[in-house]
């Protein structure tokens, strides 16, 4: 898998969930990190730095996931977006799609689910 | 989940003391067989398909053997008979007592009988709903001293809390009798809001050093210092308990609801109204206390 040159936004108002995510996302490489902790620093991230990929968290101060969902994709409508959230309900899962969001993985997150996320993405050839 | 409540049913009959229970309850939860061990034993299940249900119980409050009959890796018949292996465990947290010596196996019986007869309990565990309304049942009969009738709502909110407990902390814990509360002095606490057809506040306080060894067993991992994480930690599982709470009722009930996100509290003193519970939470490492606050929004 080619991570190395990959940039990836993790938004979730919980550092422990950011740390989680890292890890497993280290197990399979070391892309470049960049993190948020509301969905309002997500948005002002994204447009600094133009991730490849990015997870999100739903339930997130000052603005949340969906919202921030929108926004990217309004600057950006070809922006890569993952919802890390308890919250899957279909409602809310509907509403992610809706926004412009591309999988959904439910917390406690499992490492395989992340690890099928970076497959699809970046895996070589 | 029946040990945890028989446990607090010795304690309020000053059958035990906290801290021969707390002892009990730990040396229960290392002998306690659970269910997908029996299977692997029984060649029914491969550990790795074992493992695949445990993540899933994470992801919906499900049992074991339903999930596993879902999944078409065990038949009916087999989890009954994996059940009936196991046995209910309140019987091996009196076993414990009579190991001990705190109790004898005449007072056990009279005990289990009492216990069984105050709950509608049957000897026989299974997943079957029969079996869902007794623990409805003695979830109930537990807050009747709350003195206000829990809605269905409230029901299944007190009972994934204690099924979550039990997945992501462990389940050597006993739950005091809850009680009213108008004011509490804070330790470390957080809080959320469960919003829609009806509103539940629910805040978790506990001291730091219980806050390091909730954040260890939550992680699975050794917190040694009160930093960042441990803190997250408590955050992240309040989160996740109410997450799954709202899932469970678009399910069950197709009603929406949302979620603020988790707040660390500030004040020295909280001050309710009313509504407000306390149900405190015993583990061996602390005591971690939740309080509810229920209000109706229709």
Redesign the interface.
């Given at each position: 898998m080619i991570l190395e040159n990959a940039k990836i936004l993790i938004g979730d108002?919980?550092?422990?969930?950011r740390?989680?995510l890292k890890d497993v996302i280290l197990s399979q490489g070391s892309p470049t990190f960049f993190e948020a902790s509301n969905g309002q620093e997500a948005i002002d991230v994204y447009k600094k730095e133009s991730p490849d990929l990015v997870f999100l968290d739903i339930?997130?101060?000052v603005k949340d996931g969906n919202a921030a969902i929108r926004e990217i994709r309004e600057y950006d409508p070809t922006a890569d977006i993952v919802i890390v959230?308890?919250?899957?309900?279909?409602?809310q899962l509907k509403a992610a799609i809706e926004a412009g969001a591309k999988d959904f993985i439910?917390?406690?997150m499992?490492a395989d689910q992340v690890k099928r996320v970076l497959h699809t993405r970046f895996e070589r050839g | 989940m029946y040990a945890q409540f028989f446990g607090n049913f010795l304690l309020s009959r000053n059958i035990v003391t906290c801290d021969q229970l707390i002892q009990a309850m730990k040396k229960k939860s290392t002998e306690h067989m659970k269910l997908g061990t029996l299977a692997i034993h029984a060649s029914y299940m491969t550990a790795k398909e074992v493992d695949e249900i445990y993540i899933e119980q994470t992801h919906q409050d499900k049992r074991f053997g339903e999930l596993a009959i879902k999944d078409g890796y065990l038949t009916k018949a087999q989890v009954t008979e994996l059940l009936k292996d196991q046995g209910p465990d309140y019987l091996l947290l009196g076993q414990v007592l009579v190991e001990e010596g705190i109790i004898d196996n005449e007072q056990l019986q009279s005990l289990i009988i009492e216990y069984q007869s105050a709950n509608e309990l049957d000897d026989f565990v299974d997943y079957s709903e029969e079996t869902q309304e007794s623990i409805q049942h003695l979830v109930e009969n537990f807050f009747v001293a709350t003195e206000r009738p829990l809605s269905a709502f409230e029901v299944s909110f007190l009972q994934l809390l204690f099924n979550n407990l039990i997945r992501f902390i462990g389940d050597d814990f006993t739950p005091v009798y809850p009680y009213p509360c108008t004011e509490y002095p804070t330790n470390y606490c957080v809080s959320q809001q469960i919003l829609g057809e009806f509103s539940i506040k629910i805040f978790i306080d506990m001291t730091k050093s219980t806050a390091i060894e909730f954040a260890s067993r939550y992680v699975g991992d050794t917190f040694d210092e009160f930093d960042e994480y441990v803190q997250s930690s408590i955050e992240d599982f309040l989160n996740l308990h109410n997450g799954l709470f709202n899932v469970n009722i678009s399910n069950e009930h197709s009603v929406e609801l949302n979620l603020t996100p988790p707040e660390r509290e500030m004040t020295e003193l909280l001050s309710f109204n009313n509504e407000g519970y306390l149900l405190p939470i015993v583990f061996p490492f602390g005591t971690i206390h939740f309080i509810l606050v229920v209000t109706t929004s229709r």
């Open positions: 108002d919980s550092i422990l969930a740390k989680q339930v997130m101060p959230s308890s919250v899957g309900t279909q409602s439910q917390k406690p499992n | -």
